[in-house]
């Protein structure tokens, strides 16, 4: 999804996911409104907004566990060490959030989408204040996921190479 | 039964409402001031004078209406909140924002004139019974209502976030009485009761009877012209509204 | 993936609260402080008059543990909508009611609790003894939860909304007020030799109504907050 500043590219997301209501029309997921099925899409829905989503009190393994626990699964230890690890914020998991830098706040609040068994993947602008690195890393994600069956909505004001899949541009006007 | 169901739900809208409660609310002024004006009469000339309590007893043509419209209109705020929520329609909430300014005012009314008849039968400008009580925490329900409207400054938000309350408030309303009932009796509170009134003779029966209605037709009056400015200043953007105010 | 039950979420829920309270030790303390300091503000206020006191003694009580709850009401959802993580729980798979009563749970543990234990020690300067005391504890245990849940309510509804502090506690205090009466007038009761049983089985029922309708509103507020 592109567009200008202000046009209204977040909130659009926030309708996908269900959070902010609609006017008119409809959001649909496997045929249904996701509104007559809110708790089916939730368990395939994995959203990331321009918060984080980490409780600066607690340690990055402490924040992450919760995120598992909520999804309804038990938090596994070693596969978030390894999650970890692959963002490029290895060993960081006994720090507290706060003690992290913005740019290790975000690879965190990311490898949730790593940890997620969801399908749909709703990203909004995941690749801004990302250095070269962590833009690649993202997209190489994204695409692994496109190519287990998954899918992804997400606005970005840089043009990302995501694999061989070409993306369904909406480009959103006032 | 498709014409019928399309024509009702026609009124949903502000805009159709607007002009339907511009035909409306001059019908029930009229009636009000009518009412209220026979009732004034019978509550002050006709009605006979009490043998215990004398002229003063006639403020009660005032304060038994005014609780009364007070209980109600927060019954149906309520029911306008949850009507709204339920079908998520614009007008809901506006009805409910409409009514609460009124019941409040009702609600104090009431306070009011219940002082003014206890200080002279009893002595004291206030007394701790159930009913007077139960009255000043309703007040204090609207006044959360009115409060949290004022803070919220999107009004969908406002009008969703007081529909709740609302609702939260009609089902604490019978709770609170009847725990205020409990104190009231545990603690052998005033004996005083401003529900005591011994046989009514009939004329204070109508006279009262006339007010109550009076009242509801004031209140509706006073709902359509608020519902009326709340649709105005919510739709404002709309070309309706800027070909209306012209 | 081993799948979570929903107890098991909950528990996740209170694990985290009380991680965060264990790290910000000042906050749940303060209200405490408050309690103990408001309680002893009547005393300055009336006279130390030990008749005067003793009689006053479960409505100061209870009015100033029930103003200290709700203090620490406000931060019950505030921080997690500031972060991102109340979205987060919105959009999860776990219902959004059961993490409102895990919250409302850790609510009562960690502000509610203290407050019980703390109650018999303020009582004492009142006066009370052994089985006034007793029954005081017991019905702040059995309100102070009522208290949480209600206050639930309170809190989603105004979540970044301005001057939600003071908005909050005229939102909820009316709807505190049975649970005062009853909690308040057990003791009283008890003392005049009418027994406290029925204080307590009504104040056992406005927990279980409130337990039951009060995530309701709660979640409802909370996706209305998050809009």
Redesign the interface.
Known sequence: MAGANGVGKTSLLRMVCGLAPIESGQILWNGKSIHAQPDAYREDLCYLGHLNALQESLTVNQNLAFTTALAGNAPDPVQIREVLAHFGVRGRGEQLVRHLSQGQKRRVALSRLALSQARLWVLDEPFVAMDEAGVRMLANLIASHLGQGGLAVLTSHQQVDIGTMPPQMLELRA | MNARVIHWFKFASPQNFYVLAGRMWPWFATLATLLAAVGLWISFFVAPTDAQQGEGYRIIFVHVPASQMSMFIYLVMAAWAGFGLAFNTRLSGMMASALAPTGALFAFLSLATGALWGKPMWGAWWVWDARLTSELILLFLYLGFLALQSSIDDPRRADKACAVLALVGVVNVPIIYFSVKWWNTLHQGASVSLTKSPTMASTMLWGMLIMVVACWMYAITIALLRVRNIILERERHTEWVKHALE | ????GML??MA?VLR?EV??AL??KGEVLTPLVFFVVVASLFPLGVGPESALLLRMAPGVLWVSALLAAMLSLQRLFA??Y????L?????????LGLLVVGKALSHFLLSGLPLVLMAPVLGLQFGLEGRSLGILMLTLLLGTPTLSLIGS?GAA??LG????GV?LS??I???Y??VL??GA?AV??DAAG?GFGGHLS?LAA?LV?SAF?APL?TK??L?????
Do not use: H, N, W, Y
């Open positions: 993936m081993k799948k979570l098991s979420v996740a985290r991680s965060v790290r910000q921080t997690d500031t972060d991102g993580s979205e987060q729980m919105a959009l999860s798979s776990t219902p309510i509804l105004t909304v301005r001057g939600a908005l005229l939102l205090l009316p709807l007020i049975p009466i009853f007038g009283e009761a009418l009504l406005l109504l309708f509103a409802t507020a996706r209305i907050s998050l809009e």
